[in-house]
């Protein structure tokens, strides 16, 4: 098998989310000469294509939390194989599920995809409150602060998280973005946010391509 051949393999299996398939691939790939960052880019794209399927229906949440387990082993066989002094952090995340909420899968998945794809992110977990986004955005200084809620109850408290940050002098330095069921493109501007998605795989990737803008 060529290393083209062997770096579509990746792609098309990562595509399809075959787990082990996926794993062996790299291995292969790997033991042939093939560079780890040119396996990194054949599972990109296989993530891309996900990524479309997922918005086509296609797949759903139970395969994007299959997408970050097959990365974040494939990091680990990657890893030693990786330039260390080309290794980048793409930015700095700081994600959490605001107070009075327990609701923690799409955050979950989006923490997840994110570190796979070299994004630093601090995972606050579920409940977080105001003062500690805060604290957190002060201290950790992410490029993006990510606020989940899944209960209506509860996303008045990313608002309150948004003017606790102006308050503080540092809205200006983050980029917020906003998610949860009950929210939509029009609440999510009347609460201040920067940018919303609509589910976990629109997060990552609003995320990835504000990230690639600078």
Not at 84 to 100: A, F, N, P
Not at 189 to 199: E, T
Request: glycine share 8%; proline share 2%.
């Amino acid at each position: 098998m060529t290393h083209r051949e062997s770096l579509l393999a990746i792609s098309k299996e990562m595509a399809d989310i075959n787990y082990e398939s996926t794993l062996n691939r790299c291995e292969e790939a790997l033991s042939e000469g093939v560079k780890a960052e040119d396996v990194v880019k054949a599972l990109a794209e296989g993530m891309r294509v996900i990524g479309e399927r997922f918005e086509a229906r296609e797949y759903f949440l139970s395969e994007l939390i299959m997408t970050g387990e097959i990365m974040r082993e494939a990091q680990v066989i990657l890893k030693p194989h990786l330039d260390i002094r080309q290794e980048k952090v793409l930015d700095r995340v700081v994600i959490g599920t605001v107070e009075g909420d327990l609701h923690d899968i799409g955050k979950n998945i989006v923490a997840s995809l994110l570190s796979s794809m070299g994004f630093e992110v601090t995972d606050l977990g579920v409940d977080v409150p105001v003062e500690k986004f805060v604290q957190a955005v002060r201290e950790v200084k992410p490029r993006f602060l990510g606020l989940s809620a899944l209960l209506r109850a509860t996303v008045p408290e990313m608002g309150r998280v948004i003017d606790a940050l102006k308050v503080a002098g540092l809205r200006s330095k983050v980029k917020v973005v906003v998610g949860g069921l009950p929210l939509n493109e029009e609440y999510a501007k009347r609460l201040g946010a920067d940018y919303y998605a609509q589910d976990a795989w629109k997060g990552v990737e609003t995320i990835r391509e504000e990230s690639r803008e600078h």
